[in-house]
């Protein structure tokens, strides 16, 4: 029995303190995570926006040196899987083995950093949540109950009110609901409403952004009931190790992946010790209750400590009439990936809709900030950066000291973007990178006129002017690297620098000297008349 082993960790977790502010001098671990997406649908925007926002997340904390991991997967248990897999006459496993295959593409794609991809018909994931749950029936957390509610034969599941459509109808199949009963098993949560009310007072930031705190808040003060956290008449899932005719409801199962993956991502090693508890689960506002208000009375009722942060995150809602010629009407991650490349893809999401709210993306939009912003403002300027360096210096970097107009306006740059970073603002310091960097930089360009200083010969000025211009673009291209790793990587290689540590990333830590070379047009123009 696992139970034993899982007791042990969670004494240990007890005896240590709980803030990270205790550490700041040792090297700090930062967890992240997405959630685990359904196997049955296909990979879409929605999945890809989620992953790329973890993964900015991700490799900002790695610039940081902070021991980052991140956490992603696939949700496999549940009726629909099983159903599909029996009509097509395979074991759901099978199902779920192809499945699996599109979402750990879209991950690639992506090109996120993931450190471990989760599944929760791994056989690991399976016998952990069995030693977890089964803590939780032995402390008295669980007993056995009556339950009652609108069932769906097709779904082989109860709906509860919000779910049911037209009446009594099923989400999904749009039938009529019967009204059943069913022995199974209830989750205490009503016990914690007090320490939950007490979790959101003492941490207002547990619950980001302000108006899903609230939201989380609306729910528990609505006064919690206990629920059912297994089924007797599903067949694909998590067996309850007490009773194996009942299988875990399948959002026991999934909330755990949280706290599993760690006990087996490294084969013969324990992570839990060194990530637990998670910085950010970033999620989507649909999920919103079953993350805020029995994720964390589970963990409460296994003295398990809480996440520090649910980051909600709003939807890209599609635009259909505003229409590209190269995209059609659809914002398809994969098409954009193809044609545009996977960095351009990043920028968008995270630039054009403010992280946390909803808003609406477009194929024209895309390709608006396409042209204007990665095209001209900042792959132009790395272009006519270099060019000028080989041209007026022989593609070495000026050694001179950073001009003072450029070295003010980059003063502190660094030290927002990690604020901003601290509180998951990914847009807000995207914001930041683009108009104190990228355009200060372009605008920098028309003041001084390096082409005027060259013909007039005023050498040192020019001297100075390359010699910021390129300590500039550097200093944004590390900022910008958690949103375009690739794109930066490229650039900065051609600038003479490697470095990505957000120590370095201040304006004037380079000293010139550095060899320029060449670059292909980083974001080259797309012509709307070679529509696809
Ligand atoms: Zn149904």
Redesign the pocket.
Known sequence: MVTGGHRTRILRRLTRPPARAFYIQSPVSFYVTTPIYYVNAQPHLGHAYTTIAADVLARHMRQRGEDTFFLTGTDEHGEPVADVAEREGIPPRELADRNVVHFKEMSEKVNASADFFIRTSDPEHGAAVRGFMQGLYDNGHIYPGTYEGWY????A?F?NEQEIVDGNK????K?ELNWEKEDNYFFRLSAYQERLEALYTERPDFVMPRERYNEAVGFIRQGLEDVSCTRARLRWGVKAPWDESQVFYVWFDALLNYYTALTYARPGEDLTERYWPADFHLIGKDILKFHAVIWPAMLMAAEVEIPRHLFIHGFLLMQGEKMSKSLGNVLDPFKVIEVFGTDALRHYCMREVSFGQDGSVSTEGFEARYNTELANEYGNLANRTLAMIARYRGGVVPEVTAPDALAGDFAGLPDDVRDRFDRAELTTALEQIWSRGVRRLNRYVEEQAPWTLSKEGKDEQLDAVLYGLAEGLRVVSVLLHPYMPDTTIRLLAALGQTELSLERASFGAVPGGATVGKLPPLFPKIEATQAA
Not at 170 to 173: D, L, V
């Open positions: 769906c034969p097709r779904c599941d709906k099923c989400p999904i199949h039938i």
